[in-house]
């Protein structure tokens, strides 16, 4: 495809035409990128913002219906192009082999979790695709070659029960924790079943705690009693498909039997309300709390006492609950805060007794000093938090990559010591044990494999414990960190992956990684199927740190929430120009990624600036942004993207939306969209639909979904094999094969 001629003169050609369309949309009667009459809309744009009026100009509903006859036959025709065109490339086989071998070696790091006195690990191979639930001792696991014991077989389950089980993690009652809840998923979904694990005998309690198929929120209260939010029939689940009432379920009894003890309302939105059980050292419980969302990000805390009684808890609406700390409720904020008389940050780290959080408590001057722990600077954000014994761990992120912090309360206030970790690396806290005061903590780069250690909170001794071996050859590559100036000045860091020897000529085939939503932070971190299929191919990779995300705080996500979405696009764009101004690559081998709010970004990328990419990945995305609040669990991220309902906020999605705003008149990138069936977090039909009306069009795309598995693509490492072999495949045809 010929974009453009020389780069030299293309680039202010392109850097015009960027900045012309953005004006025009701006000032447009319209306000979209590039159209400024109502006459010039795109033939599938609704004239009538109203959900009514969106619905009647989709002439693709159908596609939303997951498994309708008209969109799986749909999907069968869809795939046998995408395969035709992808399974054939002489590459194919290669990177399925490579990446199968990646995938399921037997020299991964298996990632512990502290299991009473030992630890435990889910582990995935060839042998095992669906894996192994196992156990070791700290001791052994230290070793070159642990003795792991079997605690359950997925596999052998699986085929025992005819069913498509994948293993979404266990819940074990502390201290012993030797009676766990297991979710269990049938093929991949969300939504799970929870049953009754017995460590010792190894086997599923008879006649234990069954929770059927739901998105459930639960806790153990003690061993003969489990706080649960799940669906308890008609009227008890939100909009968005979660439940907004937790009960007291005890042993022996049916849900119907179970005893109410919080409800929110059924008009809440977010992800559900969520039992949180804080307990002791010793395991005994300390405080009992619920969460009950308001939207996607502002909730309410509720406290539990044996009267019987919930009482609010005087906190700000956007806070993230880290733990509890001798009676001290340990939390995060994100928003600024007044409390006591005394002001705190968005991004603060604070420490405050519990009793002096109800809301009805006369006020006090609690000291500052003893509330905040640490005060993030403008270039910082908080990470990861580890609640301990005698203190608290945290990651704390500089310019995106990961400092180890300890904090401990003193006469003074809380006093920080680092702790020695490598430079220039992500730093991620991993599973603790507070009696013991150990923590494992794992660092990583682009090219630099992961190491896990085992962190002493007490002496602050890091203690390596296992090393990654190196799955592609790092040596070819180094890795940079710049900014991009975007539309309003605001600075865009990004990593770039590059050949050493690499000529700034504009042509290096270059993949650009972006996300902007969530407050999701994306730091440096060791992709190894990347690096094997495309590093080693001579390719680049970016990472973008655009806003939206959380790499610097919840100022940073809260600066491209609902109506400012278009800074995270803008974002995006200008790393991408940035990238072209320094002779790293070109538009013809400029390509993105983006996946599930990714998918939002790589759209609406193609669809505003067609000319700067060559190239997009699309996966398990939302597209159809004026109808995402439709399809389940569409609603529940209304507090990030905005509520198509509203006029008002329909008039700023729609401005972005980029299934409405495709053209038949315009050239589009060829694009590789793919989604699985049973994805029910993201609902197929976005990117069913998307395809499809290129496909009317005229646009030359590839569609693809796996009709097994479901968002998290954790199911089957061998399919997973196939998936990346698919992606890398396309990539190279766009833009290694591009002149």
Sequence with gaps: MMKSLLL??????????????????????????GISTSSNLPPHFPRDLSPAGVAAADDHLALEQVQGAEAMAFVAKSNEKALAALTTDPRYETFRQQAEVILTANDRIASPRFLGDQLANFWQDGTNPKGVWRRTSVESYATPNPQWETLLDLDALAKAEGRDWVFKGVSCLPPAE??????????????????????????????????????????????????VATDFGESSLTESGYPFMVKVLNRGETLEKA????????????????????????????????????????????????SGKPWQLQLPERVSIQGMLDGNLIFSLDQDWTFDGHGYKGGDLLSVPLNLLNVQRPRIAYPKQAALVFSPNARQSLQDVSVMKDGIMAVIADN?????????LG?????????????NVAVNLGSASRSTGRVFVSTQGFLTPPTLSLANFNTGAVAPMKAAAAKFDASTHV??????????????????????????????????????????????????????????????????????????????????????????????????RD???????????????????GGVL???SITQNPDLFNAAVIESPLIDMMRYQELPAGASWIGEYGDPRIPGDAAFISKYSAYQLLRPDVEYPRVYITTNTLDDRVHPGHARKFAARLGDQGHDHLYYEDTVGGHSNDADPVANARRWARHYVYLSQQLMDAK
């Design 8 to 33: 030299t003169a293309a680039l202010p050609a392109l850097l015009l035409g960027a900045c012309a369309a953005h004006t025009q949309g701006a000032a447009g009667l319209d306000g979209q990128p």
């Design 400 to 408: 995106v990559v990961g400092k180890l912090t300890r904090f401990t």
């Design 579 to 597: 990238l072209i101004a320094r002779g790293i690559t070109s538009s013809d081998h400029l390509g993105i990624y983006g996946r599930s709010n």
């Design 602 to 604: 790589t759209s609406v």
């Design 178 to 227: 030797n009676l766990c809840l297991i979710s269990l998923s049938d093929g991949g979904k969300d939504a799970v079943v929870v049953r009754e694990f017995d460590v010792a005998t190894k086997s599923f309690v008879d006649g234990g705690f069954v929770i059927p198929e739901g998105k459930h929120r639960i806790s153990w209260l003690h061993n003969n009693a489990l706080l």
């Design 259 to 306: 005893t109410e003890v919080y409800r929110g309302e059924q008009s809440d939105g977010g992800y559900g309300v969520s039992p949180m059980v804080m307990r002791k050292v010793d395991g005994s419980v300390e405080a009992v709390l619920f969460s009950r969302p308001l939207d996607t990000f502002r909730s309410q805390i509720w406290a539990y006492d044996e």
């Design 411 to 423: 006469t003074d206030g809380w006093e920080q010591n680092a702790i020695a970790v490598p430079e």
């Design 479 to 576: 890795v940079e960190q710049f900014e991009a100036t975007s539309t309003d000045g605001t600075k865009i860091p990004y990593f770039i992956v590059r050949p050493r020897e690499m000529k700034m000529d504009g042509k290096a085939p270059t993949i650009m990684f972006g996300y902007g939503g969530f407050q999701a932070s994306f730091p440096p971190a060791y992709k190894p199927e990347m690096g094997k299929l495309w590093l080693e191919n001579g390719g680049v990779f970016v990472q973008a740190n655009i806003r939206g995300g959380g790499e610097f705080g919840p100022a940073w996500h809260q600066a491209a929430l609902r109506e400012n979405r278009q800074r995270a696009f803008d974002d995006f764009a200008s790393v991408g």
